[in-house]
């Protein structure tokens, strides 16, 4: 089963309005990861938390981690409709030091925004 | 910039073919990783490696074989070919360094089995 659920599947909303996804995990992590991924391309890394934090910015992005609920959020503020692509939230396991760094991936959020 | 490159874009083989995936980076890292990508099931591991002629299996592994000869070249081989592994395939690379969780990915391989 998967790592992480994300929510919503689908997300549709216009220019300039913000965006907040969902992502739900289920063991305890060492970092969660949000990732970006144009039609049909490879993914693009876009921020890193780690467990010990609770909240990040980075440019448009502000992402919270709740350990306690074992959750996270990305919210794109003012978004654009360049911002239109499907996003992955990815947990690395709190393995020490053997995972290697592999990442379990969520179903992703499919965000459309029009112009 | 990382780059990683995977030799096709899109494929079309027949069923019971040998099919080869190949994927270079360029940034020397020592992680490399191959997924699978299908509608609704998001991106699953199929097998990964963390150095030249190390690999282990990720969560579906069946019907696949990699090979890593060179630290920068990672190949997925598809023994024989089958309809079921129509699919997106993405490589991707991370490094043992401070940011060893970032992984970089290539553009993909829409493969199809006909």
């Known amino acids: 089963s998967q790592q992480g659920e994300e929510d919503p599947q689908a997300l549709s909303i216009q220019e300039g309005e913000n965006a907040t996804m969902n992502c739900s995990y289920k063991?305890?992590?060492?970092?969660l990861q949000w990732y970006r991924q144009n039609s049909g391309r490879g993914l693009v890394h876009l921020i890193l938390?780690?467990?010990?934090?609770r909240e990040k910015h980075s440019g448009r992005l502000r992402v919270t981690l709740d350990t306690s609920k074992k959750s996270s959020s990305l919210l794109i503020t003012a978004s654009r409709a360049a911002d239109t692509a499907s996003y992955f939230c990815?947990?690395?396991?709190?393995?020490?030091?053997?995972?290697?760094?592999?990442?379990?991936f969520g179903q992703g959020t499919i965000l459309t925004v029009h112009p | 910039d990382v780059k990683v490159t995977q030799s096709s874009r899109y494929l079309v083989k027949r069923t019971g073919e040998k099919v080869f995936l190949e994927c270079v980076q360029d940034?020397?890292?020592?992680?490399m990783f191959w997924y699978r990508q299908d509608p609704g099931l998001g991106l699953r591991l199929i097998y990964f490696?963390?150095?030249?002629?190390?690999?282990e299996k990720g969560d579906i592994p069946e019907g696949y074989s990699v090979s890593r000869e060179k630290k920068e070249r990672f190949s997925l081989i598809l023994e024989s070919a089958s309809t079921n592994q129509t699919s997106m395939y993405l490589c991707?690379?991370?490094?043992?360094?401070?940011?060893?969780?970032?992984?970089?990915f290539g553009a993909g391989t829409r493969l199809s089995v006909l």
């Open positions: 991707a690379s991370s490094s043992w360094g401070p940011a060893k969780n970032i992984q970089y």
């Open positions: 063991t305890s992590i060492n970092n």
């Open positions: 938390i780690r467990s010990n934090e």
């Open positions: 990815a947990t690395v396991l709190n393995a020490g030091g053997t995972s290697y760094g592999k990442l379990t």
């Open positions: 940034m020397d890292h020592e992680n």
């Open positions: 490696s963390y150095d030249v002629k190390m690999k």
